[in-house]
């Protein structure tokens, strides 16, 4: 995938698949031929992509110390994506006790409030995914075993770190920019929770390290403060990020 080149390239295949219907009768070397340029134009199937599983843990499902409304209904989509996929990475929010984003370090703050850090305006949560709880496991659901890596993020207890790639602060990397760099995997299909905090920085900072990068939005969810879900869409779209729909890899 490339957010120009590849719809074109694949309007291009399906244009010549409609031309040898309407012409010719297929031999069976023909439909071998055109069977595996279907398999190798079929997303996920490439060696170059590779799913990107952000933050579906039990602390953002209902339920949850955080929980993102309807933020169970997207595991089912996920583990149909992961099918589909010959290289899954999973991220996991990871924060210490006390950690500095929570409402609960900043005396009178209440969650949702802001602070000042040192890197910027951080948002205060709940304590949520705190290090080797329940809370911050990964969700039970999840049905991908196949999948190579899980990243952890946020374990620093004086910065957080929404992006899969960078902490807020913008200097700590997580590693994740090297690994797929090393790996190969260059398209990054992107997917889980939130859509407009860590699903959001990460499509941004993916962009930034190079990536081509599409965010599946029926295979997300989002948290949605004061018009951040709208926010997070426009500053994806002016960064390059493509917008897409479950249906256009599951049927491809
Ligand atoms: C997230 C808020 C705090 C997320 C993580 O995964 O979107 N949001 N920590
Ligand atoms: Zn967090």
Request: proline content about 3%; charged content about 20%.
């Amino acid at each position: 995938m490339n957010n120009s080149s590849y719809p074109i390239n694949r309007r291009r295949f399906l244009a010549g698949m409609g031309a040898i219907g309407a012409g010719a009768i297929a031999s069976g070397s023909m439909l071998a031929t055109l069977k595996s340029a279907l398999a190798s134009n079929m997303i996920g199937a490439g060696k170059d992509d590779v799913l990107l599983v952000i933050d579906v843990q039990n602390c953002f499902l209902p339920g949850g110390t955080l929980p993102v409304s309807d933020g169970d209904q997207i595991i089912p989509i996920i583990n149909k994506l992961g099918q589909k996929f010959k290289n899954v990475v999973f991220t996991q929010d990871w924060h210490t006790p006390g950690h500095e984003s929570f409402a609960s370090s900043h005396a009178g703050k209440a969650p949702f409030d802001t602070v000042e850090m040192d890197y910027g305006t951080q948002v205060l949560w709940p304590d949520h995914c705190v290090q080797g709880t329940e809370d911050a496991k990964l969700a039970a659901g999840l049905d991908i075993p196949h999948a190579q890596l899980i990243v952890r993020k946020g374990y620093n207890s004086a910065v957080d770190s929404y992006s899969a790639f960078v902490a807020a602060d913008g200097k700590t990397k997580t590693g994740l920019t090297g690994y797929m760099k090393e790996r190969g995997l260059q398209n990054v299909y992107m997917c889980g929770l939130a859509t407009d905090f860590c699903v959001n920085w990460s499509a941004q900072d993916g962009r930034k390290a190079g990536l081509n990068v599409a965010v599946i939005e029926d295979a997300c969810r989002a948290i949605d403060l004061n018009g951040s879900l709208q926010a997070a869409w426009d500053a994806m779209k002016a960064s390059g990020v493509k917008r897409m729909q479950s249906s256009e890899i599951l049927t491809s």
